[in-house]
């Protein structure tokens, strides 16, 4: 089993930057494939970035060179660092994890899923 606790997330206005954070808790071995996740209004949630305990990642189109997903193995914690912040990028952001596997950005890849947080970016 493992426990993720994501950090709170933020009102901002466009171009700003935002870092998220999840921790991870429980079963050391059970989040070698993390990743990143944001739930729209009005929309299914969608994956955002990944990451496996070798360092590949993985991203959406629409965020690649603005948003970096990364881990500190040594605080268990999973980081997203969001730059050049738009605001169709609006949604509840929710980290996740599983044991092992692909590195893939499917909801349904996922055994384990934080609370969620919300990033509100305005114009």
């Known amino acids: 089993q493992v426990q993720l606790v994501g950090s709170v997330g933020g009102s901002l206005q466009a171009a700003g930057s935002l870092r998220l954070s999840c921790v991870a808790s429980?079963?050391?071995?059970?989040?070698?494939?993390m990743g990143w996740f944001l739930h729209a209004p009005g929309k299914e949630r969608e994956g955002v970035a990944g990451i496996n305990s070798g360092g590949s990642t993985t991203y959406r189109d629409s965020v690649k060179g603005r948003f970096t997903i990364s881990t500190d193995n040594a605080k268990n914690t999973l980081y997203l660092q969001m730059n050049s912040l738009k605001p169709e990028d609006t949604a509840m952001y929710y980290c996740a994890a599983r044991k092992r596997g692909l590195l893939l950005l499917s909801q349904s890849w996922y055994n384990y899923w934080g609370q969620g947080t919300q990033v509100t970016v305005s114009s």
């Open positions: 429980g079963d050391p071995y059970a989040h070698d494939v």
